[in-house]
T-cell receptor, first 112, second 110 residues
Framework: ETGVTQTPRHLVMGMTNKKSLKCEQHLGHNAMYWYKQSAKKPLELMFV???????ENNSVPSRFSPECPNSSHLFLHLHTLQPEDSALYLC???????????FGSGTRLTVV | EDKVVQSPLSLVVHEGDTVTLNCSYE??????LLWYKQEKKAPTFLFMLTSSGIEKKSGRLSSILDKKELFSILNITATQTGDSAVYLCAVMGNAGKSTFGDGTTLTVKP
């Protein structure tokens, strides 16, 4: 375990479903991130939260909605996803926004 | 648009060989360059480089940054099968903005 825990590990959802991904870190870090990793594509930054405030939103469609209730928890709420949203969703945290990340093990999402 | 290019995209070597992985970048507001190793799911942190010419070393792995020529290399000496993985290079900008390269897939054969 890296200190960043993601649940669930695997998720299969229909296009009309609503689900949430959860990320928790016990490292005392101030910044948390959501990344998307699709096959044969580089890691794509989705959202950045620094001290619970969203500081970056890389033009992510509104069907992905992040929530950061405190500096230890991060959620990604999903609704009306498309099959092309199937990917590995990685959460990461860092002490400061420009420091090295600690990644979670990811949630493998399949949209059917 | 920020850009990170890694080469080669894939590499197959035998145990004991030395490999050099390359990462070149074009980014605004450079803060740091990071190397990660990704075996199955979670990328694991290897190095963070912020200054040119200072080699970072960890066991058989080492890395160096050239901020003038905008590139970094990751060296692995005496490779082992456990080094087989995807090696990711990322460049960090302001406010946590990061750009990742496509990765280099390294396969080390016995």
């Amino acid at each position: 375990e890296t200190g960043v825990t993601q649940t669930p590990r695997h998720l299969v959802m229909g296009m009309t479903n609503k689900k949430s991904l959860k990320c928790e870190q016990h490292l005392g870090h101030n910044a948390m991130y959501w990344y998307k990793q699709s096959a044969k594509k580089p890691l794509e930054l989705m959202f950045v939260y620094n001290f619970k405030e969203q500081t970056e939103n890389n033009s992510v469609p509104s069907r992905f909605s992040p929530e950061c209730p405190n500096s230890s928890h991060l959620f990604l709420h999903l609704h009306t996803l498309q099959p092309e949203d199937s990917a590995l969703y990685l959460c990461a945290s860092s002490q400061e926004a420009s420091n090295g990340y600690t990644f979670g093990s990811g949630t493998r999402l399949t949209v059917v | 648009e920020d850009k990170v290019v890694q080469s080669p995209l894939s590499l197959v070597v035998h145990e004991g060989d030395t490999v050099t992985l390359n990462c070149s970048y074009e980014v605004t507001n450079f803060r740091s360059l990071l190397w990660y190793k990704q075996e199955k799911k979670a990328p694991t942190f290897l190095f963070m480089l912020t200054s040119s010419g200072i080699e970072k070393k960890s066991g058989r792995l080492s890395s160096i940054l050239d901020k003038k020529e905008l590139f970094s290399i990751l060296n692995i000496t005496a490779t082992q099968t456990g080094d087989s993985a995807v090696y990711l290079c990322a460049v960090m900008g302001n406010a946590g903005k990061s750009t990742f390269g496509d990765g280099t897939t390294l396969t080390v054969k016995p």
